[in-house]
């Protein structure tokens, strides 16, 4: 019975497309599933950080190939998927992990205050750019569907394949200040949702993953001071309302990542899983 369970998370001869692969968190789940026996697309806008994540696959015993890819570039989109298709077959698994935040669509403060004096350089709600807004948003939403439209094709053709959104606990409960971060993870969920009960009689199942807080490049830019290393206030609030009282690691995501690429969940569709340490649950 045991390797009757275990089969269900076998991976190995898949092939997959991850997006954002260059990347801290989606370069721990293309590692982690090169280390698995699956051929990994490294898809990125960042064409050295693509290969750089090939190459350490690769040297590690996996295979894996390295593409430039902008999200929001239907064309470049369709290319990739025929190079891959044309090297390996049509992907069975597809991850939407490219995505990431600017200040131009994120508010100085958590709340506005019309009596008060902005401070020098502060960005209210009013202030906020609806270019910067929208290149937020279109990174993180329109690019899940740019590319899910690229390749999710050969995917129904064969009647079988996974894909995992990466949305966020923002898109469950809108964190302040990042307005358009959360607005396009709301997207992203609503999508797979939506999207997993249009594929639902192809074989082509659709779920996401919900991270919290991870300690990535960018978030130790935001969360830590950069003379003292401490916890900025922002930071220590996130640790407070986090049961577990830790920020997450790359490898966190990767248990319920191959649960949700695996025969293992074949009856699982249109879930957004949270990995957030507790933050969702709690409430005082």
Known sequence: MTNEILKRFDLRGKVAAVTGGGGELCGAMSDALGSMGVAVAVLDLSLEKAEARAQ??????????AFRCDVLDPGQAR???????????PPDFLINGAGGNNPRGSTSEEFHDPQGSPAAGAQSFFDLDPAGFRQVFDLNFLGTFIVTQAFSP??????????????????????TKVAAYSAAKAAVSNFTHW?????????????????GFFMTEQLKFLHIDRK???LLPRARKVIAHTPMGRYG?????????????????SFVTGVVVPIDGGFSSYSI
């Open 154 to 175: 050969g995917m129904v053709a064969q009647g079988r394949g996974a894909i995992v959104n990466i949305s966020s606990m923002s898109a469950f409960t809108p964190l």
């Open 195 to 211: 999207l997993a009960v249009h594929f639902a009689r192809t074989g082509v199942r659709v779920n996401a993953l919900a991270p």
């Open 228 to 230: 003292t290393g401490e």
């Open 79 to 89: 290319e990739c998927y025929e190079v891959v298709r044309r090297l390996w077959g």
């Open 56 to 65: 350490s696959i690769v040297q590690a015993g996996g295979k894996a190939r």
């Open 249 to 265: 690691q790359p490898d966190d995501l990767i248990g319920s990542l191959v649960w949700l690429l695996s025969d293992a969940s």
